[in-house]
């Protein structure tokens, strides 16, 4: 499915496989790309995106997944993969050249990321059950790594100021 932006410009390729009652919304100011990929019903992914090459992927698989995304400014890009049952993942982003990747498998698993500032990286990875992970970056250069494995976890990672590095590993 393609929209056009108030320009005319194809600004968003959107590709949704769509089985069951499914949702997918997309706000489209300037060019951008983003991708959604859901592949079972009552999943939703919600993507809205402001400034110049920001790049969002989804891909969801299994039922009631929820994942809402949000980018403000340039260069910023998400990679979102969910697979399994009654996953969230909320995502915001707000600065220039950010990263998000999260990558969840299970049933249960909450992430959320807010990165406020220029050049962060956020990497979650979640295995099992009941996990949940939240990381919130304010400044430049960051980095956090949450690994998170199991049933019941919960991680927390809050940086103020620039060039920190944190690393979580749960099993």
Known sequence: MSFKNNKGRNGVLLAAL??????CQAADLVREDRYADITVGNSVATISQIGSYNKTRVDQSGASQRMVQSQV???NQAVINQSGANNSITAQQNGSGNTTL?????NQNQTGVAQHGTDNTAD????????????????????ATVNQAGF???VS??????NMKASATQR
């Not at 990672?157 to 620039?162: C, E, F, H, L």
């Open 157 to 162: 990672v809050t940086q103020y100021g620039d």
């Open 152 to 154: 019941g976890g919960t």
């Open 18 to 23: 769509l089985l069951g009652s499914t949702l």
């Open 124 to 143: 979650v990875v979640q295995t099992g059950a009941y996990n949940q992970a939240f990381v919130g970056q304010y400044g430049q250069s960051n980095q």
């Open 73 to 75: 400014g340039s260069r």
């Open 102 to 106: 999260v990558n969840q498998s299970g």
